[in-house]
């Protein structure tokens, strides 16, 4: 990716994927991501148990990227990064456990890429929709204590038109919506029939382009579809 001048700004592509476990085909999955050349992938569903950092390790060499944060102590998001972005400081955030659902978090890195300071952050929402809510408070809280311009990647497990969407989205840019693709489904890959993941972003940040990539090989790699989107980011101070 071109890295822009300080007056066009900083592009950055980012992939937010839910990866099903990495239960399904293992090399479409490595071949969807290094084809889309991605700068940073925001990874739902990544290992966060036996051997964690070994098998999210892995899956970043798969891609060619480097792990920046996340796994056991975000419950399986992890944030990925190419050597092009520096990461500056990390944190994960557990969400309160329902007692008999399953526990959800979310993973945070303080990033800087040719003189553009963002915060990447990764979530995965309940499917319990009593659950959601709640969840979707504390991570947009976090998000607006977020020291630099936010890009958020989600699966929501809901629709746009539903309370924790709602949430997420309030004061950021919805990519899909910014560049008229929101009937673009990103669930699931053997029926679309929802829109259940989302990008959001500061909106500071430019969005340059959308696309929810279905492939023979997508469909293969995941239950979900993954969300490619061109950014450009603002060069701070």
């Known amino acids: 990716m071109s890295t822009g001048t300080p007056a066009d700004g900083v592009r950055l592509r980012v992939v937010s994927y839910n990866v099903h476990g990495q239960r399904d085909d293992a090399a479409a999955l490595a071949a969807v991501v290094r084809t889309a050349e991605p700068d940073v992938v925001i990874v739902q569903e990544g290992a966060r148990r036996f051997r964690w950092r070994q098998r999210n390790a892995a899956l970043a060499a798969s891609f060619g990227l480097v792990v920046a944060a996340g796994g056991l102590p975000s419950l399986g998001n992890v944030l990925l990064t190419s050597l092009r972005v520096r990461v500056l400081d990390t944190r994960c955030r557990r969400f309160p456990l329902t007692p008999g659902r399953h526990l959800r978090g979310a993973a945070f890195a303080d990033c800087l890429v040719g003189g553009a300071r963002f915060t990447l952050a990764g979530s995965h929402l309940s499917t319990d ?29 809901e629709g746009p038109d539903g ?26 890959c053997a029926d679309p029939r929802r829109r259940i993941d989302a990008l959001f972003v500061d909106p500071r940040i430019a969005v340059l382009d959308y696309d929810v990539v279905d492939t023979p090989q997508t469909r293969r790699a995941s239950d979900h579809f993954p969300i490619l989107v061109d950014l450009r980011l603002p060069v701070t101070d």
Do not use: F, H, K
């Open 129 to 157: 929709p009593a659950e959601r809510p709640a969840q979707a408070r504390a991570l947009r809280q976090d998000l607006a204590g977020a020291p630099w311009p936010v890009i958020a990647g989600a699966d929501v497990n």
């Open 163 to 188: 309370p924790a969407w709602a949430t997420l989205a309030e004061g950021l840019t919805d990519t899909a919506v910014a560049m008229d693709r929101a009937d673009r489904l990103t669930y699931s």
